[in-house]
């Protein structure tokens, strides 16, 4: 267990939806990563948000968007789902401080969309 | 931006043998490389991670070198257990200067018993 948590575990949800993805990061982390793995595309990173700021943005679509909250959990809201949105999301956390570097992911919310 | 190739895609190894995997990347700029295991369903795990100055590094069965002049690291498994089959990815980040993983494509490793 990485201590990070997410919420749900699986979602299933029809085209054209709106889902929002909850994640808590490890107790004394204030780095959250959102990354999306599909088959076809591999692990790839959405966006990241430091102690509730947008820090960077990677491959994200704009029908995507993410936010930090003061307590530091983070959801990602997916909307005009479409059938190719069906992915293991996955958040990660890392330790603040100079040199701390490693992600820690939680166990992943698996969107499937019909 | 950041480009990381990993091979091989899938590796058949006899329990008891040596795993090695591969990896390539393209930013220079890039100064801290994770492996992490994934078993079926489950999250990505940290196994290993190396820093740009350090060339190898060791933990029990798997090491990781890095060579930065030619811009590749390597996974090496060592006595292999069929609890080690999983796959596996690279990553590569800037460290401080931004920290989101650019990932390899994974190995499919399978230790046959």
């Known amino acids: 267990d990485s201590g990070v948590t997410q919420t749900p575990k699986h979602l299933i949800t029809a085209t054209g939806q709106r889902v929002t993805l909850r994640c808590s990061p490890r107790?004394?982390?204030?780095?959250v990563y959102w990354y999306q793995q599909s088959l076809d595309q591999g692990l790839q990173f959405l966006i990241q948000?430091?102690?509730?700021?947008?820090?960077a943005k990677g491959n994200i679509l704009e029908r995507f968007s993410a936010q930090q909250f003061p307590d530091l959990h983070s959801e990602l809201n997916l909307s005009s789902l479409e059938l190719g949105d069906s992915a293991l999301y996955f958040c990660?956390?890392?330790?603040?401080?100079?040199?701390?570097?490693?992600?820690?992911f939680g166990p992943g919310t698996r969107l499937t969309v019909l | 931006g950041e480009n990381v190739e990993q091979h091989p895609s899938t590796l058949s190894v006899q329990e008891g043998d040596s795993a090695v995997i591969k990896c390539t990347y393209s930013?220079?700029?890039?100064?801290?490389f994770p492996w992490y295991k994934q078993e079926l369903g489950k999250r990505p795990q940290l196994i290993i991670d190396i820093r740009s100055n350090v060339g190898e590094k060791k933990d029990q069965r798997i090491a990781v070198t890095l060579n930065k002049t030619a811009k590749h690291f390597s996974l090496h498994i060592t006595e292999t257990q069929p609890e080690d089959s999983a796959v596996y990815f690279c990553?590569?980040?800037?460290?401080?200067?931004?920290?989101?993983?650019?990932f390899g494509g994974g190995t499919r490793v399978l230790v046959k018993p």
């Open positions: 990660a956390s890392s330790p603040p401080g100079q040199g701390r570097n490693e992600q820690f």
């Open positions: 930013d220079s700029a890039s100064n801290y």
């Open positions: 948000y430091y102690n509730g700021e947008e820090r």
């Open positions: 990553a590569a980040s800037r460290g401080a200067a931004g920290n989101k993983l650019t």
């Open positions: 107790s004394g982390d204030l780095s």
